[in-house]
């Protein structure tokens, strides 16, 4: 299975709104759980949010009310919507499935918030 190709990040200011894209192959996107993952400079990736295959979604406290986790099986693409961004939403974000595998990480997209 192909990795996962992350873009849509970038520099913006606090308040501010990003939409990420992830596009991936057809059989990991529509027969699997996926999600968004972060990793801040110095910590650990964590999960921010999670689709699964029956439309549940699930989010990290940090994001919830803010992120929105959607995809569409036609594009092969998944999307986090990323509104009223904080400075701690500064970190480069991947998508994989959920759980991850590893081999299907790719090099993420970079979203800096900063004033």
């Known amino acids: 299975q192909a990795q996962f190709v992350e873009s849509g990040g970038g520099l913006v200011q606090p308040g501010e709104s990003l939409k990420l894209s992830c596009k991936g192959s057809?059989?990991?996107?529509?027969?699997?759980?996926v999600g968004w993952f972060r990793q801040a400079p110095g910590k650990q990736r964590e999960s921010v949010a999670e689709?699964?295959?029956?439309?549940?979604?699930n989010y990290a406290d940090s994001v919830k009310g803010r992120f929105t986790i959607s995809k569409d099986d036609a594009e092969n693409t998944m999307y986090l919507q990323m509104n009223n961004l904080k400075p701690e939403d500064t970190a480069n974000y991947y998508c994989?499935?959920?759980?991850?595998?590893?081999?299907?990480w790719g090099q993420g997209t970079q979203v800096l918030v900063s004033s």
């Open positions: 689709l699964v295959n029956d439309g549940t979604t």
């Open positions: 994989n499935v959920d759980p991850p595998l590893s081999r299907l």
């Open positions: 057809s059989t990991v996107l529509r027969f699997r759980a």
